[in-house]
């Protein structure tokens, strides 16, 4: 089990930016999935962006050329960067890990540890 902290988040207006981050406790974090996933009011919690141990990255659609997420092994630390936030973007971020995933691509079911989630609100 891996052990998550985020922080970072907050109240931004629309076309602001907010940068996200995660420390993560564990020894062999270079070797994990890391992924960030959003929670809305009354909606399930669906993936937002993913960095493989191998540096592969996933986006969802609706975050593509708007967020960045990246990752720095030696300081067990895994960020995101959002940049143009849209009203739509209000939700609380979860940071996760995963050791790999089963079907080549990252699904929820695939990070077996979570942290406790950070909010960020964005006003239009």
């Known amino acids: 089990q891996v052990q998550l902290v985020e922080s970072g988040g907050g109240l931004v207006q629309a076309g602001g930016s907010l940068r996200l981050s995660c420390k993560a406790s564990v020894r062999t974090f270079s070797l994990y999935v890391m992924g960030w996933f959003r929670q809305a009011p009354g909606k399930e919690r669906d993936f937002v962006a993913a960095?493989?141990?191998?540096?592969?990255?996933h986006y969802e659609d609706s975050v593509k050329g708007r967020f960045t997420i990246s990752r720095a092994n030696a300081e067990n630390m895994v960020y995101l960067q959002m940049n143009n936030l849209k009203p739509e973007d209000t939700a609380v971020y979860y940071c996760?890990?995963?050791?790999?995933?089963?079907?080549?691509?990252?699904?929820?079911?695939?990070?077996?540890?979570w942290g406790q989630g950070t909010q960020v609100t964005v006003s239009s």
């Open positions: 996760a890990a995963a050791t790999n995933y089963a079907l080549g691509y990252p699904r929820k079911a695939d990070f077996g540890s």
């Open positions: 960095i493989h141990y191998s540096g592969r990255i």
